[in-house]
């Protein structure tokens, strides 16, 4: 492996003098606009057309019920989720974004004036930092000072991931919600492909074999998780697809909440939930993940992991929970995320 340096040099180097706009990635990685729902296309029309020419994502992990709530855009790039983001928070709420490429970051902050006015603002409620996502403390934020943490495409060209997600989690008040889109690979990559600045820069040399990516949201102390959408990444140059091989790659957009009360494996205490309609975004149904679909006024049975996951976050006051933990009945029987590693897997349990 190269040294952490200089992977972040290189890096730095390919977003701000190999790429002009999205327009030149070589593989579809790292943008996909058509992951977008509609409720945010929308706000699109609002945002300067310099941000969205040069901005580089894989999803949109931006979830709902966010007016009020402070957020932290980690890789914010040119600025495009946190202007997006801007919007949906409303002028009570705030958000912070943070990216390690100066020549990204100049391009939302000189927009800043004009999106503020957009929006209708008197002062803007987003600010841009430059900085490392592996060291949040860089730019002052404390512990649990927020209400969550996004990513769009992004954790995968850190090389020191265990430190970013250990960060996530201490800045992430109790109850707060990481929602971030990236890059994930069935398996490990050679450490040719790893090596190269290209198929790193891309977003392919770093991305998450879904395994260790597990292993380092239990070590940050979270002991699930779950995936909200999916689908499969194109490579399209033939040099690039000659180094990563056999491996397939995915884009996931993922949940994780910062709760004490989850378990590893999802447990049965025969409890119901039922979504009361009430989130202004979702009146008809609430996804929590691709296995959990809340049709309004439907109760549904749930694991505990499930039912602290929408009873003590920002989504608690959208649910009525009938039954507590008093009494056990074993596992969950309620069909996981299948990992990019095994698309053919039948699963058990949560």
């Not at 994930?184 to 074999?209: H, N, Q």
């Not at 790659?249 to 309609?277: N, P």
């Not at 296995?291 to 499930?306: D, I, K, Q, S, Y």
């Not at 056990?328 to 053919?344: A, E, M, R, T």
């Amino acid at each position: 492996m190269k040294p952490a340096l200089q992977t972040q040099q290189e890096v730095q180097q390919y977003y701000s003098e190999v790429l002009e706009t999205s327009q030149d990635l070589k593989t579809s990685a790292c943008c996909d606009l058509q992951a977008m729902p509609e409720r945010l296309k929308s706000i699109l029309s609002d945002i300067d057309e310099e941000i969205l020419s040069k901005f580089y994502g894989c999803g949109s992990p931006l979830p709902q019920e966010l007016r009020g709530v402070s957020v932290l855009d980690l890789g914010c790039g040119s600025g495009r989720d946190a202007y997006i983001l801007s919007k949906l928070v409303g002028k009570n709420g705030t958000v912070v974004g943070v990216d390690m490429t100066a020549e990204q970051l100049d391009v939302a902050i000189r927009h800043q004036d004009s999106q503020t006015a957009k929006f209708g603002y008197r002062h803007p409620n987003v600010e841009f930092h430059l900085g490392n996502i592996e060291d949040l403390q860089g730019i002052g934020l404390e512990d649990n000072s927020l209400d969550l943490v996004v990513s769009n495409c992004v954790i995968n060209l850190s090389p020191h991931k265990d430190k970013v997600f250990q960060e996530i989690f201490r800045v992430l008040k109790p109850g707060g919600e990481l929602y971030f889109s990236d890059v994930f690979v069935d398996r490990r990559l050679s450490a040719e492909a790893m090596r190269d600045p290209e198929v790193y820069g891309e977003c392919l040399g770093g991305a998450l074999y879904f395994e260790d990516f597990r292993r380092l949201l239990f070590q940050a102390g979270c002991p699930d998780f779950r995936i909200v959408e999916s689908s499969s990444i194109e490579i399209q140059d033939p040099r690039i697809k000659g180094l990563v091989g056999s491996a397939r790659f995915s884009s996931f957009t993922v949940r994780a909440f910062k709760l004490e009360t989850l378990e590893d494996r999802c447990e049965d205490y025969g409890q119901f939930a039922t979504y009361l309609g009430t989130m202004e975004e979702c009146p008809e149904a609430f996804l929590l993940d691709d296995h959990h679909l809340f049709e309004a006024h439907r109760p549904m049975a749930v694991c505990g992991n499930t039912t602290a996951m929408i009873q003590e976050t920002r989504y608690s006051s959208h649910f009525e929970i009938v039954g507590d933990r008093s009494r056990h009945f074993g596992l969950f029987d309620c069909g996981p995320s299948i990992p990019v590693s095994d698309p053919s897997s039948t699963p058990s349990c949560c």
